[in-house]
């Protein structure tokens, strides 16, 4: 029974850049959820995904837009980088957006910002 | 409000010693509550939770209790092991579907 993965592990980009980060669901998961842990911070929500489409957001900008496919899988994208979006971002996979159901973390693509 | 607040953000103990961590929450519709452990450098792992309809959960030696009239909620780790040295983080889900609000996060030291 797959977990959630994420691709890739570690990225490195410079200032104004723009970057692809993916997701790929744990097995009977349809929920996707991002989220941007800081270092010595807690995870933050970004945004989830479900049905393809983007149901909650938090407190990020629209350089910060997402995608989910027909198998469930997600993308992150962020353009124009600065330096403060420099974290390791974090994808939980969940069934349903009733609430209340255990949301499951990968392990996280580490985005260094130069 | 959606703000979880965390405490302590240190805690160090003997192994064999219990410890316990404390968690509020602002908004009152918040009917979900997980616990998540996170090593260094790895996800944070899922380790317990608890739903608005249960007073206390039990997992062996991890324990959650929660108090829906004063908003907080506490994991209880009993018999504590080297293994159990992590970030611990509260959550809360707020503002409607389910968004998790984490903590601030709690560094835990089990001390031989």
């Known amino acids: 029974d797959a977990g959630v993965t994420q691709s890739p592990t570690h990225l490195i980009k410079t200032r104004g850049q723009q970057v692809t980060l993916r997701c790929s669901p744990k097995s009977g998961h349809d929920t996707v959820s991002w989220y941007q842990q800081a270092l010595g911070q807690g995870p933050q929500f970004i945004f989830q995904y479900y049905e393809e489409e983007e149901r909650q957001r938090g407190n990020f900008p629209d350089r910060f837009s997402g995608h989910q496919f027909p198998n469930y899988s997600s993308e992150l994208n962020v353009n124009a980088l600065l330096l403060g979006d420099s974290a390791l971002y974090l994808c939980a996979s969940s069934k349903g957006t009733g609430g209340k159901q255990p949301q499951h973390f990968g392990d996280g693509t580490r985005l260094s910002i130069l | ?112």
């Open chain 2, 1 to 112: 409000g959606e703000n979880v607040e965390q405490h302590p953000s240190t805690l160090s103990v003997q192994e064999g010693d219990s410890a316990v961590i404390k968690c509020t929450y602002s908004d009152s519709a918040s009917n979900y509550f997980p616990w998540y452990k996170q090593e260094l450098g790895k996800r944070p792992q899922l380790i317990i939770d608890i739903r608005s309809n249960v007073g206390e959960k039990k997992d062996q030696r991890i324990a959650v209790t929660l108090n829906k009239t004063a908003k907080h909620f506490s994991l209880h780790i009993t018999e504590t092991q080297p293994e159990d040295s992590a970030v611990y983080f509260c959550a809360a889900i707020t503002g409607g579907g389910n968004k998790l609000t984490f903590g601030t996060g709690t560094q835990l030291k089990v001390e031989l």
